[in-house]
């Protein structure tokens, strides 16, 4: 059985007490490009995650926004760019930052976010 470490449930920072970025390929995007992002701590998480479960559509697209905003550093964008991604390529940055942060592949994260959608939609058709 293999112990778990303080090292393994701790995100790496640097001297200043920064998160590390990391270069990462964009599993779902054709030609996988890369991207440097750096992890969203579970207080970051939290927050976003109350405006995503709105139902606010305008809050649902702002935490999309935020996610962005907070993971990703290259290539910079502004907050008016980012407003203006396109959805494909928006989607791929949040999967791989949500993956980043969660420590998991981009694939399984997506496939979780597609049966979190599901399940919204069926919930959503409930109420109507």
């Known amino acids: 059985m293999a112990e778990l470490t303080k090292e393994s449930l701790l995100f790496e920072r640097d001297e200043k007490g920064e ?39 305008d809050e ?9 905003k907070a993971g990703l550093v290259k290539p910079a964008l502004t907050d008016e760019e980012i407003k203006n991604i396109k959805p494909q390529k928006a989607n791929a940055i949040i999967m791989a930052i949500i993956a980043t942060s969660l420590d998991m592949p981009q694939t399984e994260v997506n496939k979780d976010m597609d049966k979190a959608l599901k399940a919204q939609e069926i919930e959503i058709k409930k109420k109507t």
């Not at 207080?43 to 709105?54: D, E, N, P």
């Not at 649902?60 to 962005?68: A, G, P, Q």
Request: net charge positive.
């Open 60 to 68: 649902k697209v702002e935490s999309d926004n935020d996610v962005i």
């Open 19 to 57: 998160l590390i970025q990391k270069d990462v390929v964009l599993e779902l995007l054709p030609g996988k490009p890369s991207v440097r992002l750096k992890p969203l701590t579970r207080g970051t998480l939290q927050r976003i995650r109350i405006k995503a479960v709105s139902d606010n559509p």
